[in-house]
């Protein structure tokens, strides 16, 4: 008797593909991931992830994202436990972000590099950004004694 694969939700399959994703950047670099690669590598058909991600810079985006969000996620969750004090949240900062970077792991600052001069890339990066920005002059304006505008380009 043959059984049918299990039939993922849409969300559920983005988050296979991009799990099998990560894992082809990790065994051959970012140049041995295609859309065709990675259709082979998760055992679906061309078309699931021509529909998933448009092109190998959306699929590249697509995992820079969720790198990013990951991070962002636990920066976040890392500060919600942070004593409301600003040498602890000045601490904290410098912590995150070394954290962040050391996590992040080869395989994002592959996908960064293969991304580079992309447009869509670009803007996506200016998006993140200006997410960071905000998310540290949240954390520093009960101590910065500038108003709004100058803390935010100073973040």
């Given at each position: 008797?043959?059984?049918?694969?299990?039939?993922?939700?849409k969300q559920a399959r983005r988050e296979?593909?991009?799990?099998t994703a990560l894992a082809v950047v990790r065994e051959q670099g970012a140049d041995g991931l295609t859309l065709v690669t990675l259709a082979e590598a998760a055992g679906v058909s061309r078309p699931i992830t021509y529909d998933h991600f448009g092109?190998?810079?959306?699929?590249?985006i697509?995992?820079?994202?969720?790198?990013?969000?990951?991070?962002?996620?636990?920066?976040?969750?890392?500060?919600?436990r942070t004593p409301k004090?600003?040498?602890?949240?000045?601490?904290l900062m410098g912590e995150s972000?070394?954290?962040?970077?050391?996590t992040a792991g080869p395989e994002c600052h592959a996908i960064f590099a293969a991304l580079k001069g992309d447009e869509d890339m670009e803007r996506v990066q200016r998006e993140l950004t200006a997410g960071?920005?905000?998310?540290y002059r949240g954390l520093l304006a009960?101590?910065?004694k500038v108003d709004e505008a100058e803390l935010r380009r100073r973040c």
């Open positions: 008797m043959t059984t049918s694969p299990t039939r993922l939700s296979q593909l991009l799990d092109t190998r810079s959306g699929l590249l697509a995992l820079y994202r969720r790198i990013d969000e990951r991070q962002a996620a636990t920066a976040a969750r890392d500060f919600e004090r600003l040498a602890d949240v000045a601490r972000y070394m954290s962040c970077f050391r960071y920005v905000e998310f009960p101590y910065a």
